[in-house]
């Protein structure tokens, strides 16, 4: 057995490596050339963005076999999702690796509380608020959208500080083909929150190995209570086990009580590492429909009353919950103050309820537009992706965002269809505009106005003024970068209720002329 669990162990780690590697490089793309893009697959086998298409029924098939895969490989050898495929449960062994390699005693582990009622809380909790709207629970902890920010948020930096360092030090695009990137616009409250929960992480993980997976992931929580009808399952012989416990000193998960010889299946995530460490045979992944009905301490004793217990906290957490989102600030903004939401975001309040904060259409954005909210959405919609037209504009011909969306928050879009799409509307402010602040020629927004919304009209002493159209604006944001007003923009984009298609664009619109020049 020990033979086959080292096989086990080392297809695992291959199988680990391969799906972080594109995992990374999936965020990381969009901002390296060299890096190549990643097959939709990648994103696909993610089971928490997977199912939240499930409950807004906007399945593809693509996603539902991936959904599908997951589950059925669940059923069939448990928890391997955890330990080969999830992003943020390899992060974890990652940095267990590095832990056990400076431990003097090669980092032992010790078997921990089960915490089902945690795990059933989390799982209840996360199918209610999902079904309530109240999804800021959920993307918190689901592992991907984790695993996102940290990467956007704390990782991507890095990498973009060492490119620029060789840059330095090479030339720019000299034989190394690089270039210096800029670094990722991340609001400072999204920063330290996301720091926060990577630091709160890290001090888990090194002091209870893969804790996090077995109490607050809700993915964890799902897979963990499938495990337990899985075929193949890890089990030990009462007759040859010699009770000398190397098995749990090397279980991560803490699921194997030694002393009772029992291993906690909806625990175990499949690492095989104890499969390898047991001297006597004792260990082995058998079939599990074939044994001897397990003996009560083997299975988890989920009585009604924890299950009516659990479920009622449950429940009125989610109502709670969804009362809050419906009520005061936390869930309403002021029409004339709505955020840009990316392209495909449809209604607001549909995108705000789907969106899981995983950050890859920030990530994935070529013109670096794309940030995390702070309160613009509400207290609810915290780091949920927004549109800025500080640092560029929102092309007509690409429509990257919508396509990269794992959950359906954004719906694909085609580029014809993009082109058209009203994604937000300028509003003019006369009192910050150069021509009433400084009696100055400008035109500069009617210039760069690809459907002429923007258009200018006679003012004073031979001035013109820009007025806004509003059904032919499509809030690409054009208007708003190129605006030499300081310190506020004379026009600004915001966000609309609804994203449909803007009125047809003007034919031989008439721009200001160049030849007086901007005053910028």
């Not at 990577?198 to 209570?225: H, K, S």
């Not at 989920?302 to 419906?326: D, E, H």
């Not at 207290?379 to 794992?406: W, Y």
């Amino acid at each position: 057995m020990r033979r086959l669990g080292n096989i086990l162990r080392i297809l695992r780690i291959v199988s680990a490596t391969v799906f972080f590697s594109m995992m990374l490089m999936l965020f990381l793309h969009p901002h390296f050339a060299y890096i190549p893009a990643q097959p939709e697959f990648v994103q696909n086998v993610q089971l928490g963005p997977a199912l939240l298409r499930v409950f807004t029924s906007e399945l593809t098939l693509a996603l539902a076999s991936g959904a599908l895969a997951v589950l059925v490989l669940t059923l069939l050898a448990g928890r391997v999702f955890c330990s080969c495929i999830c992003p943020l449960g390899i992060f974890q062994d990652i940095v267990l690796f590095v832990r056990n390699k400076l431990k003097r005693r090669g980092g032992r582990y010790k078997y921990l509380p089960s915490f089902r009622r945690v795990r059933m809380l989390v799982l209840a909790g996360s199918v209610l608020c999902v079904a309530g709207g109240f999804i800021l629970p959920v993307y918190i902890f689901e592992p991907f959208a984790f695993f996102g920010r940290m990467v956007n948020a704390l990782f991507l930096p890095v990498a973009i500080f060492f490119n620029n360092l060789a840059v330095k030090l090479a030339g720019e695009g000299n034989w190394t083909g690089l270039n210096t990137l800029e670094y990722p616009s991340v609001p400072l409250a999204v920063l330290l929150f996301t720091l926060l929960m990577f630091i709160l992480l890290m001090v888990a993980v090194w002091r209870y190995g893969r804790i996090y997976c077995n109490t607050l992931c809700p993915v964890g929580a799902l897979l963990g209570f499938l495990s337990r009808f899985s075929l193949f399952k890890v089990m030990i012989s009462d007759e040859d086990c010699g009770l000398c416990m190397q098995c749990a000193g090397k279980c991560k998960a803490g699921c194997i009580d030694a002393d009772q010889r029992i291993i906690d299946h909806e625990r175990c995530i499949m690492c095989f590492n104890c499969l390898e460490s047991c001297h006597f045979g004792a260990l082995g992944v058998m079939n599990s429909w074939m044994r001897p009905k397990p003996r009560a301490g083997d299975q988890p004793d989920i009585s009604r009353r924890n299950f009516v217990i659990a479920a009622g906290i449950t429940l009125v957490a989610a109502t709670a919950g969804t009362l809050f989102r419906l009520s005061g600030s936390a869930g309403r903004i002021a029409a004339s103050k709505l955020p840009v939401a990316p392209p495909g975001a449809g209604r607001i309040d549909r995108f705000r309820d789907k969106c899981i904060s995983c950050h890859l259409c920030v990530s994935s954005c070529p013109e670096k537009i794309i940030r995390p909210a702070v309160l613009e959405y509400g207290l609810t919609g915290f780091a949920q992706p927004l549109l800025e037209f500080k640092n560029g504009t929102c092309r007509l011909d690409c429509a990257t965002c919508s396509n990269v969306c794992p959950t359906g928050a954004l719906t694909p879009l085609d580029i014809k269809t993009k082109s058209r799409l009203q994604i937000g509307q300028a509003e003019f402010i006369m009192a910050r505009c150069v021509v009433y602040t400084k009696h100055a020629f400008c035109g500069a927004c009617a210039q760069t106005c690809p459907t002429g919304a923007v258009r200018m009209k006679d003012w004073e002493h031979g001035l013109i003024m820009p007025e806004v159209d509003a059904a032919l604006c499509i809030g690409c944001g054009r208007c708003e970068h190129i605006c030499p007003a300081k310190p506020d923009k004379a026009i600004v984009v915001h966000g609309v209720d609804v994203q449909r298609p803007a009125a047809k664009a003007r034919k031989n619109v008439v721009k200001p002329s160049m030849s007086s020049g901007f005053p910028f």
